[in-house]
């Protein structure tokens, strides 16, 4: 189910203010056309007289005398569109007139303007008479049109667009280009909080949202954010000094342990059982300091580490482990350096754990194998049952341990978070023939080309 979208501040202040600025502009037309067409009696004479006026340059006299009826083809298309109903007439001979005349009767020669109404056919008419001159002769334009509003309100709108229009658009515009600068001015502060919320990370270390240039009504829920931050900090602050502690504090009693086994005199395979159960507890203490060293200080300082000598070495030291064991470790990699961004220490342990798990779980008589590519990429690949594909997303979560596991779950979250502060990248997928697959990509600095 689609979640719904949070409201936006932005739009809503822009609606509301374009809604407002609609209804100012609303008024101002209503209280226009309130004052100047104050009655519809007078909207319809001002309709009258501007179609009359119209007409009335329609008459032309050439040089002989003739007289000529020639109404532009927008005039003509409004005429008809409105049911303007006309007739030009020059003593008793009609000049022009509409297909349906005005309505009679008409006022005789001796009038020379009124306005007056009748009714034809059941619909009340307005008509006006006007009188003008041409080359010594008078004609008499008669124009007629119903007496509802649809003229006015094309007079109405057509003095709009004369006077008003243009001063109100282009005022109206400005307005709201000013009023949508003024809102994302004004939320450019929450911007920047959220900028800084988002560069905050899992561990604030001191980090606050910055109150600066934050307008008065959003102070508090600053406050109450960095307030929040502050408790966060405190007890991960805690939890590290625990952990720091509880791991130098058991380290004393398990080397003591270890020495009091082998001071004993056990059957081997009971000395050998303490041994390893020892060995792995000391194994889960180290990994306790690491983790609360990487999270005081970020790890050790980054630099260039060459992955194939670092790789050859520690294969070296471990050869033997896994012979031991009836395993084999190998090595594919390119005879010249790769170099990358990290720590050689950090680095040497990410790999033991990969290899060392590897060498858990591949049965004897396998190999466990580390490719390194000229790209920084670094693969470490068992024959053991794998990761089922429910697990490869949880397998790096700290203290995440899988069916069979005996560690503490701390070891892989410590590689992928080491890698993580190189700008690395660590994944996990299945070997071709079966077995775990771990690729490490690693932010790579010179590759040396063959001689």
């Known amino acids: 189910m689609e979640q719904p979208r949070n409201p936006s501040i932005e739009r809503r202040l822009l609606l509301w203010l374009a809604l407002l600025h609609v209804a100012v502009l609303a008024t101002f037309v209503a209280a226009y056309a309130r004052n100047h067409f104050p009655n519809h009696e007078e909207v319809v004479t001002h309709s009258l007289k501007d179609w009359s006026r119209e007409l009335a340059h329609t008459v032309t006299v050439d040089s002989a005398g003739g007289v000529r009826f020639q109404p532009s083809p927008v005039l ?32 005789d020669g001796r009038v020379e303007t009124a306005h007056w109404s009748v009714r034809d056919k059941g619909m009340l008419i307005s008509l006006r008479l006007d009188t003008v001159s041409r080359n010594d002769k008078r004609y008499r334009i008669v124009v007629a049109v119903p007496a509802i509003m649809t003229p006015g309100i094309a007079l109405i709108w057509e003095e709009l667009q004369e006077e008003v229009l243009p001063i109100v658009l282009p005022l109206l515009t400005a307005t709201i280009l000013v009023v949508l600068f003024t809102v994302r001015r004004t939320l450019l502060p929450l911007r920047r909080l959220s900028e800084q919320a988002t560069a905050i990370s899992g561990s ?133 350096p790769v170099l990358v961004r990290g720590n050689a220490l950090e680095l040497t342990g990410c790999l033991r754990n990969l290899v060392e798990n590897g060498l858990r779980f591949t049965p004897p008589r396998t190999e466990v194998t580390v490719t390194i590519t000229p790209d920084g990429t670094l693969k470490v690949r068992d024959h053991g049952p794998g990761v089922p594909k429910p697990d490869r997303s949880r397998i790096f979560e700290p203290f995440w341990r899988g069916p069979g596991s005996t560690g503490a779950g701390l070891g892989l979250a410590i590689v992928a978070e080491t890698l993580e502060r190189c700008g690395g990248a660590i994944s996990v997928g299945e070997a071709p023939g079966g077995g775990a697959l771990f690729r490490v990509d690693l932010p790579v600095l010179y590759t040396a080309l063959a001689p």
């Open 204 to 336: 604030p270390s001191g980090m606050r949202l910055e109150t600066a240039q934050v307008p008065r009504e959003i102070i508090p829920l600053v406050s109450a954010v960095n307030g929040a931050l502050a408790k966060v900090e405190e007890v991960i602050e805690r939890q590290r000094r625990f952990a720091a502690n509880a791991a130098h504090e058991l380290r004393t009693p398990l080397a003591v342990l270890s020495q009091r086994i082998d001071a004993v005199e056990l059957a081997e395979p009971q000395a050998e059982a303490l041994r390893r159960d020892v060995a792995r507890m000391a194994r889960i203490v180290d990994q306790l300091l690491t983790a609360t060293r990487m999270d005081t200080d970020g790890g050790g300082p980054k630099g260039a580490v060459d992955l194939v000598e670092l790789a050859r070495d520690l294969l070296a030291d471990l050869a033997p482990l896994a012979r031991a064991e009836g395993k084999e470790v190998g090595l594919n990699a390119p005879d010249n």
């Open 76 to 107: 003509a298309r409004d005429l008809a569109a409105q049911s303007i109903r006309y007739s030009i007439a020059a003593g008793e001979m009609t000049l022009a007139a509409s297909l349906q005349p005005p309505p009679g009767p008409i006022p």
